[in-house]
């Protein structure tokens, strides 16, 4: 089997998910989140995009619902052996298959949770699963359940997070070897990606962010490459990808002779991931963190050049999105605690000027101050 973790670890995962339902009184979850898979079993495919549930019981049973082409997905990596297809027909519904799987599992009249934030569940299928189950048990919303428990990092999962750090280390060193005047941002992009799969890394879960000239102000990736001119900014997001395992990193880069407004803007990204390091640890919550970003940004006049959030926590990750369920953003009561894996980014975008700036990179959480994960400096960048 190609798991990437020890069988040990994986029951150690399911004792407290099992503890936590017994704790909400559930006696059954039926997880539709490929990344709640992933922990909990190492089943590892993109499947999900279609119709597939792992139903857990309260006393540790599990079975996986899934179509024929992941069967031997299944089986070849994760501890999964109970497994069951539901046949691709022409107006099929796999919700029937799921009802009568759930009545061979003695969980008719049950108290079930259902994970329905998620990526692996449509709306559609969100309303066959409810036309099928809301007469079958008492159904409830259980989609922070496994992402709750998934924010506490085991050592297991840190070595796999430092070794997704290094890759994105290296994928900023092969960027700023190739950023100059003339250069082609399909040559960098294909250096960093190529970094990541050269030190035995992953596809990440969403696409790398490359930007220049005024493409720099974006912070989500589009199609289409540029030259970067002689005097030009470069924005980049990506993260280096171990066993699924995402560590995020920002930066912009300048080319040629940086502009005041550049520094002048690097120097607010600074000072204010400085400050909040002084606060991503133990007895603050994330709404802290954002208070801190939102403060210095509105002092020096850049409210509306910022973002309504500056950061996330980060794990195994399956596409469209390697962010997860917790965010830096006002008024989230979600206490740090030590173990978390959180990227922290500070985004400037100066659509007046056309300046961007950005500076962002992964931590983990410790007892006391966090620990950056890069090897790199916050140093401003200018090739």
């Given at each position: 089997?190609?798991?990437?973790?020890?069988?040990?670890?994986?029951?150690?995962?399911?004792?407290?998910?099992?503890?936590?339902?017994?704790?909400?009184?559930?006696?059954?979850?039926?997880l539709f989140a490929q990344e709640s898979m992933y922990w909990l079993t190492g089943y590892d495919t993109f499947g999900y995009c279609f119709f597939q549930t792992l139903v857990v019981k309260s006393d540790g049973?599990?079975?996986?619902?899934?179509?024929?082409?992941?069967?031997?997905?299944?089986?070849?990596t994760s501890i999964l052996d109970n497994i069951h297809i539901w046949v691709d027909r022409v107006n099929a519904d796999p919700t029937v298959d799921l009802k009568n799987l759930l009545i061979e599992m003695d969980l008719l009249?049950?108290?079930?949770?259902?994970?329905?934030?998620?990526?692996?569940?449509?709306?559609?299928?969100a309303r066959l699963v409810d036309a099928q189950l809301m007469a079958f048990g008492q159904i409830s919303d259980a989609s922070y359940l496994v992402s709750r428990l998934r924010l506490i990092?085991?050592?297991?999962?840190?070595?796999?997070?430092?070794?997704?750090?290094?890759?994105?280390?290296?994928?900023?060193?092969?960027?700023?070897?190739?950023?100059?005047?003339?250069?082609?941002?399909?040559?960098?992009?294909?250096?960093?990606?190529?970094?990541?799969?050269?030190?035995?890394?992953?596809?990440?879960?969403?696409?790398?962010?490359?930007?220049?000239?005024?493409?720099?102000?974006?912070?989500?990736?589009?199609?289409?490459r540029r030259k970067l001119d002689a005097n030009d900014q470069l924005t980049l997001?990506?993260?280096?990808?171990?066993?699924?395992?995402?560590?995020?990193?920002?930066?912009?880069?300048?080319?040629?002779?940086?502009s005041y407004r550049h520094r002048e803007l690097y120097n607010a990204?600074?000072?204010?991931?400085?400050?909040?390091?002084?606060?991503?640890?133990?007895?603050?919550?994330?709404?802290?963190?954002?208070?801190?970003?939102?403060?210095?940004?509105?002092?020096r006049g850049l409210a509306r050049h910022r973002l309504n959030a500056c950061g996330y926590s980060l794990g195994a990750r399956f596409s469209p999105s390697w962010m997860e369920h917790q965010m830096f953003h006002i008024g989230n009561p979600r206490q740090i605690e030590p173990g978390m894996s959180l990227f922290v980014h500070m985004i400037i975008m100066d659509?007046?000027?056309?300046?961007?700036?950005?500076?962002?990179?992964?931590?983990?959480?410790?007892?006391?101050?966090?620990?950056?994960?890069?090897?790199?400096?916050?140093?401003?960048?200018?090739?």
């Open positions: 089997m190609g798991l990437h973790f020890e069988t040990s670890e994986f029951a150690d995962r399911l004792t407290r998910l099992t503890r936590q339902m017994q704790d909400e009184k559930l006696d059954a979850v039926l049973t599990m079975a996986l619902l899934t179509r024929s082409a992941d069967l031997r997905q299944a089986r070849q009249g049950a108290r079930i949770g259902i994970e329905y934030d998620t990526h692996g569940m449509t709306g559609r299928v990092k085991s050592p297991a999962e840190i070595a796999h997070i430092e070794r997704a750090a290094a890759l994105a280390d290296d994928a900023l060193d092969a960027a700023i070897a190739l950023t100059k005047a003339g250069a082609d941002e399909a040559d960098i992009l294909a250096a960093m990606q190529g970094a990541v799969f050269a030190g035995g890394g992953d596809y990440p879960a969403n696409e790398f962010i490359i930007g220049s000239g005024v493409d720099a102000l974006l912070c989500r990736y589009k199609a289409g997001e990506w993260a280096g990808v171990f066993a699924h395992y995402h560590v995020a990193m920002m930066r912009t880069i300048v080319v040629g002779e940086p990204c600074l000072e204010t991931i400085q400050a909040i390091e002084t606060v991503l640890k133990p007895g603050h919550t994330f709404g802290d963190v954002f208070d801190i970003h939102a403060r210095i940004m509105d002092e659509s007046e000027t056309g300046t961007a700036m950005t500076l962002g990179q992964t931590y983990l959480t410790t007892d006391d101050a966090p620990r950056a994960l890069s090897r790199h400096s916050l140093d401003f960048i200018s090739a």
